[in-house]
């Protein structure tokens, strides 16, 4: 037995090895990210340079093929590859089918709502008042008759927010039509952060059906991370000041979905032993260190709610439940 041949075999085992578990590690990513065609382009090229030279040479022996060999799997790394560009397209078409649906209804929104407008008086047309343009990318708060009260423009720019802060709260919305609202009103906006205050308008629901209640509520949160796969979530519970047995246990639901879901979790009535000055504080010394972190929710929810508890009739507050 030749040496030489031998040795030459071992080298093309040992680089040869790794080429299968690549193929199988390639093959289950279902994605071409992270392999260079060029590369797997060139060892193939080696191969076939090493092949060329065995036969110029005559030399028809067992080396010539575990060359083969080591060509014939690296060839499947490029059936692979092929394949999963073809999945990276089909994906990406996919994701962008679904952000274009959310584009188009929006537009056919704003398109109606231009419509509309050549109705209007020529009194409003000179007294038109600007309409608020809201950014994509921001933190909304979600909520009923309190939360749309809440003058979040105001707190955000008195409390330094570092993000967009809007109200899209609703009067009477319960979870029941909140996914359809949130399909409306909320998802073209592509939410960072969302503060949900929600479940004073489903206490019937909680009490004849929970698992209903949860089901609801975990749906649109699905439908939240759906369309901002990184947003930030805060669930706010049911004010309960008369310690109501039906809201606590509704509460408790709420917390162990916001648990489930990895939400950050806020007890509302808690609000009146909040100190927002304090978060300011500790939010400008943060700054003034050269910290620009975002601010968290509890905190932002901790300045809202202490606002509505303080400046909001008490009443108002405590007969959220009815």
């Not at 690296?74 to 999945?87: D, E, F, W």
């Not at 639901?253 to 939400?263: F, G, M, P, R, V």
């Not at 300011?280 to 010394?285: G, N, P, R, T």
């Amino acid at each position: 037995m030749n040496l030489a041949h031998l040795f030459e075999a071992g080298m093309l085992v040992c680089f040869g090895f790794s080429w299968p578990l690549n193929v199988i590690k390639a093959y289950k990513a279902k994605t071409a990210k992270g392999t260079s065609l060029a590369f797997i382009i060139l060892i193939i090229t080696g191969y076939v340079a090493g092949i060329t030279a065995k036969v110029i040479n005559q030399q028809f022996n067992y080396v010539l093929g575990v060359y083969f060999l080591n060509l014939a799997i690296v060839m499947t790394n490029v059936l692979v590859y092929i394949r999963n560009k073809a999945l990276d397209k089909k994906a990406a078409e996919k994701g962008a089918l679904k952000i274009n649906k959310i584009d188009i209804k929006a537009m056919a929104e704003a398109k109606e709502d231009d419509m509309l407008n050549y109705s209007n008086s020529l009194d409003e047309i000179i007294n038109k008042t600007e309409t608020t343009y809201e950014e994509k990318n921001s933190v909304l708060l979600l909520g009923g008759k309190l939360d749309k009260e809440i003058p979040v423009a105001q707190l955000s720019k008195d409390f330094d927010f570092n993000f967009n802060l809007y109200n899209k709260s609703q009067e009477g919305l319960s979870l029941k039509n909140a996914s359809k609202y949130f399909v409306d009103k909320i998802a073209p906006l592509f939410p960072e952060g969302l503060i949900l205050h929600l479940g004073e308008e489903d206490l019937s629901l909680f009490a004849n059906d929970s698992d209903a209640f949860d089901n609801y509520y975990m749906t649109l949160i699905s439908q939240i991370k759906a369309v901002s796969a990184n947003c930030r979530i805060a669930l706010v519970s049911v004010s309960n000041p008369e310690k109501n047995k039906t809201i606590n246990l509704m509460n408790a639901h709420i917390k162990a979905i916001a648990s489930a879901e990895k939400c950050a979790y806020v007890n509302i009535d808690n609000a009146k032993l909040w100190n927002p000055e304090a978060t300011k504080a500790s939010s400008d010394f943060a700054y003034s260190m050269g910290l620009r972190i975002r601010k968290p929710l509890r905190d932002v929810a901790e300045i809202l709610y202490s606002y509505a508890y303080n400046n909001i009739a008490v009443k108002e507050l405590e007969n959220l439940v009815g």
